[in-house]
C-alpha cells in the first residue's frame, strides 16, 4: 500500500513527498480510510508509530471542502511540546494548501498572539486544555464549528490529572462531529471517555501497547550508589549518537547533567522547572545535535519527538509500565532501530517482572565490560521471579503495594506528587 492508495487530494500527497515518507506505517493503513470515512476511532498506538500524519492526513482533507475561517479540528494534547509538534505536523501537510492555518494554544507564554489567531478564525487549534479553557472562559474560542475532535496521548492527559477539563471541553462542542482519541494504553479513564463521548468507534490497535520491536532491551543491574559511575563507563565504551537519560527526579536530571558536562560530554537537562525558553533551546538543541546527550525527566520529555536517538537509558527504573513504553518509544521509532538500557537496583524486582510480562520475554542482564563491579553480581542481583524482594524503602515513592496499584492506574494523590516533582 502506498499514500496514493488513500485517494488524498493531490496537495496533501504532494506535501507527502516533499516531507519524505514514502509507505504508510501500519497505524496510517488502518486510520486513514476509516478517518476519511468520517467514523469515529479508538487509536490504540504510542509514540513512534507515525499515529500523528494517521490523523492529520485526513483531516487536512476534511478541510479540502466546507468553511474556511472558523476553528474546524481541535486537537487537545498533554504537553505544549507535543503541541507543537502536532502543529508542525499539519503545517508541513498543508504546505500546499495555503488557507488552511493551523496554531497552538499553551499556557506559559503570551495570550496575545493566541488570542489575535482564535479571532481570525484559524482552521486547526491544537490546544493544552488549561489555557484553552482559560480563553474559552474569557469567549475568546469559538467551538461552535468544530467538526472534528482528536484527544492525543489521551492517558498521559488523564495521568496528569486533565480528566475534567477534558470532560469540560468535549461537552462545549457541537455534538455532530468527529471524534478521535490516541491512546498508548486503556485505562479506566479512556474507557470512560469513550462510552461518552465517541459514536461507534472503530478501534485499531497497533503492536499491542508494547515497545517497537525494533528496540534492543537490557537491564544493567547495580546499587543506586554506583549508577553514575556506570554510566560514565558505558558511555566511554558504547557507540553512541544521540542519548535520552531519563531520571527519577528533576533534581536527579540536572545534578546528572552538570556531573556530564563536567566530564566535557555535550549535555544539557530537560526537566519542568525550566522556563519554556530553555525547555524549548534544549530540545532544540538536542534535536539539532547541539547536544549529544539529553538528561530528562518522564513530565518533561513527554511527547518530544527526537527522530535520531540512538540510546534511551533509564537511569532510573520508570514508576508505571507505561512510562517504561513511552520513555523508550523515543528510540527505535518507525522502523530505526533503538537501544534502550535501563539501570536497576534489587529493589526493582517487581517493575522488572511487570515489564516482562507486556514484552511476554525475559530482559537480559548485561554486565558494563571493563567495570569493577566487586562483589555484586549483576546476573542474579534483580529477581523478577513471583518472589521478587519487594522494595524495603518508600524511596521510589511507595512499598510494593503503591508501585504495584499504580502499575495500572495513577491514584490522583500520586499523579500530583510526581508532577510537582518531576
Ligand atoms: P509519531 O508516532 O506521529 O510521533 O511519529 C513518529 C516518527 O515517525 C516521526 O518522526 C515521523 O516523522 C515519522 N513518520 C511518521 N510516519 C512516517 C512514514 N509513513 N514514513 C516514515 N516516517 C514516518
Redesign the pocket.
Known sequence: MNFEDFSLDARILAAVKTVG?????PI?EQAIPIILEDKDVLGLAQ???????AFVLPILQRLTTGRLKSTRVLVVAPTRELAEQINDEFRAFSRNMKKIRSMTVYGGVGKRDQIQKLQQGYEIVVACPGRLLDLYGDRYVDFSHVDVLVLDEADRMCDMGFLPDIRRIIKLLPKKRQTLFFSATMPQDIRGLVSDFQHNPVTVQIGMIAPAETVDHALYPITQKRKKELLMTMLEQERTGQVLIFTRTKYRARNLARDLSKHKYNVTALQGNMSQNKRQKAITGFRKGKYDILVATDIAARGI?V?NVTHVINFDMPDTVDAYTHRIGRTG??ERSGIAYTFVVPEDGVMVRDIERLLKQPLERRRVANFDYGSFMPETAVDSSKNARKPKKAGHGGGSKSRQRRNTRYSRSNRRGSGANR
Open positions: 515518507y514514502i509507505d504508510p506505517t496510517q509514540t513512534g508509530t507515525g499515529k500523528t500524519a519527538d527522530t521509532r518507525a
